[in-house]
């Protein structure tokens, strides 16, 4: 427990209860919220803020329940499509607790619209048949020029939040040191598109005033400050430009690691020598990443390579780097371990040992670096730049003796 910096959970009233806990106790231990989740709540506040929009979501998805639930009408949507067996769209629908399920919603009717007006055409036939009469009386308006103008719109700005969570939510992406950089160029693409449509200006107002409340200069985790310093690619991003509390967040920044290590290094009878190669290191390191940030834009996002090929260099940034590196961004990926053991504790596997089940869950979520069958030729990975055959093996053994 010691050794753990940061929690990262969702906002649920009882886990974050927890985690005050935590933070409150001996070990002080931060919390982070998720960042997919964060963004998802973003993105549905603008959405329920902004009316017109929001009726042209409900719209979207009256007509996604209608095509899906009617078997007639959903067979004339496929068929109107023009596609080879199997290749046809179906409607989707939206589902509460599924991330960037109402963007996916309206891009898929986006996408469909010309079908089911297609559809339409034909109940509306003369010739049609009474039961395709009878499904027109049903179905719901569609939607007019005004409403796909400010459904193009508005999933553009949906997109935004879909990418954003899909990336924060990867097993394999360090993300951490990227977060708020990444809010900021967000907040930035917002501020260059000017449309004339009162409803788009007052969506993109409402997801922008969200992300600043959600993601506040003056409210950054230290953690997360601190890994997005250390990430050498984005060291001198336009982000650190900011002020905080009267002062350059970069500023700011370099005196909350000298005093992490200070901290680290209380019981050190050489403190004030240590806090002096401190100084020092920071310094060198903001002027060789304020020289090079181009040629460094290959390690944003696996910064770790580079820290190992510095750890000579820069020491004590060193082993502050693969503390904070390891902190999620996002609960997905436990998340994602729930739902596979729920999938492997079916009904009918209910007498499964936790014993079992957690060797079961080990083995399905690692079943891609196994080859059992011999036949099954093992897949060919690309090293990273500057990754040795040893890996980071060495780099990450804590080094007591440092402090």
């Known amino acids: 427990m010691k050794k753990i910096e940061y929690g990262t959970t969702d906002q649920g009233a009882n886990i974050k209860s927890a985690m005050g806990l935590f933070g409150e106790s001996d070990y002080k231990i931060g919390w982070f919220p998720c960042a997919a989740h964060n963004m998802q709540l973003c993105i549905n506040a603008a959405i329920n803020g902004c009316n017109r929009v929001k009726e042209v979501l409900d719209k979207c998805q009256e007509l996604s329940t209608f095509f899906r639930n009617n078997g007639l009408a959903k067979t004339r949507l496929m068929s109107s499509q023009g596609c080879a067996p199997g290749k046809a769209l179906v409607p989707l629908t939206i589902c509460q607790t599924r991330w960037n399920s109402k963007y996916l919603v309206a891009s898929r009717v986006s996408t469909l619209l010309p079908a089911m007006v297609s559809v339409e055409g034909t109940f509306r036939d003369p010739l049609a048949s009474p039961e395709e009469k009878r499904l027109l009386r049903k179905m719901p308006n569609m939607l007019t020029d005004e409403d796909v103008a400010l459904l193009q719109a508005a999933t553009e700005i949906m997109e935004i939040a879909k990418k954003f969570s899909d990336r924060v939510s990867a097993d394999s992406s360090v993300f951490i040191s990227q977060l708020y950089p990444t809010i900021w160029d967000i907040k930035a693409t917002m501020a260059t598109k000017y449309t004339d449509d009162p409803s788009v200006r007052d969506f993109q107002d409402m997801f922008v005033s969200e992300l600043e409340k959600r993601w506040a200069l003056n409210e950054i985790p230290e953690g997360v400050l601190i890994a997005t310093f250390l990430n050498p690619a984005l060291s001198c991003h336009g982000f650190f430009n900011e002020e905080i509390e009267q002062e350059g967040l970069r500023e700011h920044v370099k005196s909350k690691v000298l005093e992490k290590l200070q901290a680290i290094a209380k019981n050190n009878p050489n403190i004030e020598e240590l806090s002096w190669h401190f100084k020092r290191q920071i310094a060198n390191y903001s002027e060789e990443i304020y020289d090079m940030t181009d040629s460094y834009k290959s390690f944003r996002d696996n910064p770790n390579v580079w820290w190992k090929n510095r ?26 371990l ?66």
Do not use: C
């Not at 004590?316 to 998340?335: D, G, P």
């Not at 729920?342 to 399905?364: A, D, M, Y």
């Not at 979520?365 to 055959?389: A, M, R, S, V």
């Open 311 to 336: 750890k000579t260099m820069y020491p004590h940034l060193a082993m502050l780097a693969r503390v904070y590196f390891s902190i999620q961004s996002s609960s997905a990926a436990s998340e994602r």
């Open 338 to 403: 729930f739902s596979s053991a729920g999938n492997i504790l079916t009904k009918r596997r209910q007498t499964l040992s936790e014993h079992v089940l957690s060797r079961l869950v080990i083995i399905k979520e690692t079943k891609k670096f196994l080859y059992i069958d011999n036949e099954q030729e093992e897949p060919e990975y690309e090293e990273e730049p500057g990754y040795e055959e040893d890996g980071l093996d060495e780099f990450w053994e804590r080094d007591e003796e440092l402090l």
